[in-house]
């Protein structure tokens, strides 16, 4: 029989590992624009998000934006939008993809509190969806279809 990473190779889907930190999040390093950042991937989050703070070093163009984001313990929080924008995970590319921009300090302060890593951003549903994500949990990857 055939092992999962062999048969999703020949569907065309690419593998990315993916690191399990002490709050039990996985987390993955992305390229936005050229830019290597460190994201979590959240399958609970609709959209990808990148911290407000991180405008200028991941080269986003912003405009605001009438939504209001929750999570982690925080809600209403203002956004802002950014449009075409390039994603690369592993050797996975989406070209012309929007991104969230809100704070992610109370995000960022549960993180630190269990001794994990702060990160760039929140790797959201709309990726893992365009991309037709399959998540290995038993040996940590990221299939995403090419």
């Known amino acids: 029989m055939t092992n999962l990473k062999a048969f999703l190779k020949k569907k065309k889907y690419t593998c990315i590992p993916l690191t399990l930190t002490a709050t039990n999040h996985f987390e993955i390093n992305v390229t936005i624009n050229g830019i290597v950042g460190l994201f979590i991937l959240d399958t609970g989050a609709s959209n990808t998000c990148i911290g407000i703070d991180k405008i200028d070093f991941f080269k986003l163009n912003s405009k605001d934006s009438k ?29 012309k993809h929007k991104i969230v921009l809100f704070d992610l300090v109370h995000v960022n302060e549960a993180l630190t509190s269990h001794q994990a890593m702060p990160v760039d951003g929140i790797i959201g549903a709309d990726i893992l969806k365009k991309g037709k994500a399959i998540i290995d949990y038993k040996k940590t990857r990221l299939f995403l279809k090419q």
């Open 67 to 95: 939504i209001k984001a929750a999570g982690a313990g925080a809600t209403e929080m203002l956004t802002k939008l950014s449009t075409k924008n390039k994603i690369e995970i592993g050797s996975w590319i989406k070209e």
